[in-house]
């Protein structure tokens, strides 16, 4: 299996949740700043020139949260994804919830910030989006007081979602991100899982740069 990404990034889903599986995978760093998105090596890989990918043999999935569920059901042992109806039922709600109520006004955060074209940037939006994702991490804080795990009682494929549109939030300096948020972030954070993804993502970025470094012709 092979992840094209790059640190700082959705890319850190799948990675997660192939680090929780404790799955091997190849791992290649798509240089978005560098506009490595764009690169036709790239493009032939994902059309849309957005990461994360993941291939396995021929199978050849975007979608950072398809790819998190894809890697749950070929791990079943991972259990990130449960089995019993009501927890599984309880895991897809709070997908869903933060597909559809956090990641949006997040996502648009961002775009009208630095990720759209200049000319298609609307500042003035911005208020209304940290307005609606305060209103979506208000309900993350409610049920985070109440329980360790955003689903219930154990870790789920939601947490990995959920915790990295929280830290997203907090990058993206969100004033809303509450107490319970923040403790349950760091619970989630010391997991090593997410340290080995972290670190393996880092690796990945820093043995790119080394190499284009060392490729760079010198000027004197
Ligand atoms: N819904 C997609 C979003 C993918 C996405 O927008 N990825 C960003 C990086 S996190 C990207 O590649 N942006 C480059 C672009 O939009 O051209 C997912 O969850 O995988």
């Not at 798509?30 to 994360?52: D, H, L, R, T």
């Not at 990945?204 to 010198?218: F, R, T, Y």
Request: aromatic share 10%.
């Amino acid at each position: 299996m092979k992840i094209y990404g790059s640190k700082n990034s959705r890319s850190i889903r799948p990675v997660w949740a192939l680090e929780e599986a404790h799955a091997t995978y190849d791992y290649q760093r798509i240089w978005m700043m560098k506009g490595e998105g764009q690169s036709p090596a790239f493009k032939a890989v994902n059309p849309a020139g957005k990461i994360p990918v993941l291939v396995d043999g021929d199978l050849v999935l975007t979608e950072s949260m398809a790819q998190v569920f894809y890697v749950a059901e070929k791990f079943p042992d991972s259990n990130l994804l449960p089995s019993d109806p009501k927890a599984r039922a309880e895991t897809y709600r709070w997908v869903f919830y933060t597909v559809t109520e956090v990641e949006p006004p997040l996502w648009a955060i961002a775009q009208h910030r630095f990720a759209l074209p200049e000319d298609k940037r609307v500042p003035q939006l911005e208020p209304t989006s940290v307005w609606q994702l305060s209103r979506g991490l208000r309900v993350f804080e409610k049920m985070l007081s109440t329980r360790q795990y955003i689903a219930g009682d154990s870790f789920t494929l939601a947490d990995i979602l959920a915790t990295h549109c929280i830290t997203w939030s907090l990058s993206a300096k969100i004033e809303a991100v509450g107490d319970a948020c923040l403790a349950y972030v760091g619970r989630m954070k010391s997991r090593e899982a997410y340290k080995a993804a972290v670190a393996r993502e880092t690796l990945e970025a820093e043995k790119q740069e080394a190499a284009l470094a060392a490729a760079e012709p010198k000027t004197n």
